[in-house]
């Protein structure tokens, strides 16, 4: 079976959002900057709640920011 | 680091700490005195409040941006007490429905004493490795 994981560009789009911080982006949707670093790294999946609050803020789709990776056969 | 793992560091370390002390000192002391066993295990909890009541305060005190708790910190929390309770229902057959019929007193109350010590060791344990780590969803 296909071994996937959730995937993001939330990275890249604090970039874009004038380099906004984890902490402005961890304010913004109610989360500790350690989270959203986890997120970021993939250690965490958040709730959908939560990821179409990230999307929310950049202004993106969830398909946007969130995305399946494959990473094993 | 979010105070929620800085909470769990300072629960491990002092669980690990007073509770090897605690077994320590219950089995030199007299096995056969109520009040000695009381005592120490009076001693253990009361070192533990102090302790664990300093070490919250200090973090409770340090300035943090966003929100103390949230689905991350539930999130770990939730799979290391879902571990922690089986470790604590396996002490809990032990100490109370296998070691009866072998066993009494000093050994029993000893049993579910580590029964809760080490179920809450393994929660603490869970919750610092996964903060560190990941894979908690």
């Not at chain 2, 320590?24 to 000695?36: I, P, Q």
Request: aromatic share 10%; net charge positive; with cysteine.
């Amino acid at each position: 079976m296909t071994k996937r994981r959730l995937s993001n560009r939330i990275r890249l789009e604090r970039f874009l959002a004038k380099e906004m911080t984890q902490a402005e982006l961890g304010q913004h949707v109610g989360v500790t900057r350690q989270t959203i670093a986890a997120i970021e790294s993939g250690r965490y999946a958040p709730s959908l709640e939560t990821a179409f609050v990230i999307a929310e803020v950049f202004g993106k789709p969830l398909e946007e920011i969130f995305h399946w990776e494959v990473v094993d056969r | 680091m979010p105070k929620k793992e800085q909470f769990a560091r300072i629960w491990l370390v002092t669980l690990v700490v007073s509770y090897s002390a605690y077994f320590w000192f219950a089995s030199n002391a007299n096995r056969d005195s109520l009040w000695d066993q009381l005592l120490i295990f009076a001693a253990t909890t009361i070192a533990q409040i102090i302790v664990i009541g300093i070490g919250s305060a200090v973090i409770a005190l340090k300035k943090s941006q966003g929100p103390s708790v949230d689905e991350r910190d539930r999130a770990i929390d939730n799979k290391a007490t879902r571990v922690a309770y089986n470790v604590l229902i396996v002490g809990v057959i032990m100490s109370g429905c296998i070691l009866p019929f072998s066993h009494s007193g000093w050994v029993l109350f000893q049993a579910a004493v580590a029964a809760i010590a080490v179920s809450e060791v393994v929660r603490y344990s869970i919750i610092v490795g996964l903060y560190r780590r990941g894979g908690y969803d």
